[in-house]
């Protein structure tokens, strides 16, 4: 959605703007040319190899700063620069296309991308997910699949992986989405059936829902008045997050809500990219 997070960021010459989900810099990219020599964009990402990545994308830019932090610490980054607030924020969470696609992270249940269990999104932090199915209590694990997952079969699937431990440990995202499939009833459909768990596992392990209410309460007090905070989600659970947290903003008078619905990519886009067809936009002001 990259032409929508231009119309309503709207970045100007001279300007100063935060990117807390760098990525591969495409956002970045466009912000940056707009807001030219005299503006400043901070590119944050929890990710070194996205970091890396968006370097050499933006080599030739000389308007950026690179931190590698979760969006959720984003004043920290603004504290080293010189000056003390931003005319806008851009968050497009979830797991990016470049991380499903390098099998070494963990991320994906395709079978052609097995790789090491692990889905944490800072490598460096944090316990990687074959290691907490090593030893998470069975009702536990039911809750987090229930609930991050919004899995009907959560009792299903947490049974299926206490069984297997007890043979062998799931070391691979192949082992753990096979297992998933084989607990679900029914013939294969259209979504994968791992798709579910493997939202609640990521979620989990890297906090992701504390990490976007934490974010929101960050950005509204870096925001310039005017400035705005644009979020893409990708699932009900982090949307349900943006549509509420963006109330609560407005009801307190420190905000007004500029999409009255999320806006939703174009049929063009969907139809280039598959994986934009869940994402949904919302915009903040602050006032």
Known sequence: MLQETLEWLNPKEGQHFLDGTLGAAGHSLEISRRIGPSGRLLGLDVDESALDVARDKLEEINNV??????????????????????????LDIGVSSMQLDQAQRGFSFRDENEGDLDMRMNQSVGMPVKDYLKSVPKSELEKVIKEYGEERYYKRIANAIIEQRK???IETTKELA???RKAIPGPRTKIDKATRTFQALRILINRELDVLKNA???AIKLLEVGGRLVIISFHSLEDRIVKWSFRDLKDNGQAKILTKKPLLPSEKEMRENGRSRSAKMRVLEKI
């Open 65 to 90: 700063s690179f931190y590698q932090l979760n969006f959720e610490n984003m004043a920290e980054a603004l504290k080293k620069e010189a000056f003390s607030s931003l005319d806008g924020i851009l």
């Open 167 to 169: 043979i062998k440990k």
């Open 178 to 180: 096979e297992l998933i």
């Open 216 to 218: 929101i309460e960050e």
